[in-house]
């Protein structure tokens, strides 16, 4: 797959890039959950029955991470990961279209007209609930009256399971209660975090539990906080284990930004500088303050008991 990196206006170079018809999945798709896989998949169809390269165009930043609507908390899928998994879905090129505040400001007109239509797509898949444009205000419907004689767009109805649509504000909600169930059968894998493995407070060694501490490479969505049963991923292997996401109020009177500690089963090795993915099966617990470093060290244990069984 190929990755092209966009700005809003075209250079008169790029707009001349591209001297073949394709089709195109368009839209935000943090996350890449159940419901924006089922976009993509029909984009993927629908190109290999036409003979076409498949594209997926979306943006970074996230929109609502530029113009400041809401509490914005971070990605379920940074560039990165999003880049994976697409390939692994099939698409040919990633169109990544720099957000800013110009281009928030750009009629649906324009966005046809200058973005969309010099990357000569013969056919755009959206969601149902699609929107594009100033303020959104341009939807699916408008997306084809604007492409009238050259481009042909295709709805992808709502994903649902248990009859509920499967969204990426579902997924936060989800993560932030520790509901990593319903999360992850939303997403249709596991929630996955990667980082690198940094100096920590060394303190899990010297309890008989030495953890990495896994700082993260990008701005994720932070789960509850708490301790998850997890697989690692590590030079191509594969590891179970628990992890602590958390401040360790019972080493910590005040708050502190959330850590991740790693601990693998059945490990040994210097870890340090280390990239680790981290995906997360289950959560067993929240996280508590202990009386006693000795109480912790036995919940620590049954954890780690907990974890094993729910990952066989």
């Keep these: 797959m190929r990755t092209v990196m966009l700005s809003f206006p075209l250079s008169a170079e790029a707009a001349g890039e591209w001297g073949r018809l394709q089709i195109a999945a368009l839209g935000q798709f943090?996350?890449?959950?159940?419901?924006?896989?089922?976009?993509?998949?029909?984009?993927?169809?629908?190109?290999?029955?036409?003979?076409?390269?498949?594209?997926?165009?979306?943006?970074?930043?996230?929109?609502?991470?530029?113009?400041?609507?809401?509490?914005?908390?971070?990605?379920?899928?940074?560039?990165?990961?999003?880049?994976?998994?697409?390939?692994?879905?099939?698409?040919?090129?990633?169109?990544?279209?720099?957000?800013?505040?110009?281009?928030?400001?750009?009629s649906p007109e324009q966005f046809v007209d200058e973005m969309l239509r010099p990357l000569r797509l013969s056919a755009a898949v959206v969601g149902f609930d699609y929107r594009f444009g100033y303020k959104g205000e341009g939807d699916a419907e408008m997306l084809q009256r604007l492409g009238e004689g050259w481009m042909q767009v295709e709805t992808a109805p709502p994903f649902l399971l248990d009859g509920?649509?499967?969204?990426?504000?579902?997924?936060?909600?989800?993560?932030?209660?520790?509901?990593?169930?319903?999360?992850?059968?939303?997403?249709?894998?596991?929630?996955?975090?990667?980082?690198?493995?940094?100096?920590?407070?060394?303190?899990?060694?010297?309890?008989?539990f030495p953890t990495a501490n896994v700082k993260l490479e990008d701005r994720y969505v932070i789960p509850a906080t708490g301790v998850?049963?997890?697989?690692?991923?590590?030079?191509?292997?594969r590891l179970d284990g628990v992890m602590n996401v958390g401040v360790k109020p019972t080493f910590h009177e005040q708050a502190l930004e959330p850590s991740f500690e790693v601990h693998l089963f059945d490990f040994e090795g210097d870890l340090y500088g280390r990239e680790m993915e981290v995906e997360l099966i289950s959560f067993i617990r929240p996280e508590r303050k202990f009386d006693s470093v000795d109480a912790l060290i036995r919940q620590i244990g049954a954890d780690a008991e907990v974890a094993r069984q729910q990952l066989r």
């Design 164 to 208: 509920v649509k499967v969204s990426s504000s579902g997924i936060r909600r989800a993560l932030q209660e520790g509901d990593i169930e319903t999360a992850n059968a939303w997403f249709g894998r596991p929630y996955r975090i990667r980082g690198t493995v940094a100096h920590g407070e060394k303190r899990g060694r010297t309890i008989g």
């Design 30 to 106: 943090d996350g890449l959950h159940r419901g924006h896989a089922s976009v993509i998949a029909a984009a993927v169809a629908r190109a290999r029955r036409e003979g076409l390269p498949c594209a997926v165009i979306t943006f970074h930043p996230h929109p609502k991470d530029v113009m400041g609507k809401g509490n914005y908390d971070g990605y379920l899928t940074p560039p990165r990961d999003k880049r994976e998994l697409l390939a692994d879905m099939g698409i040919d090129v990633l169109y990544i279209l720099e957000f800013d505040e110009p281009l928030s400001r750009i």
């Design 228 to 237: 998850y049963a997890v697989r690692a991923g590590i030079d191509g292997r």
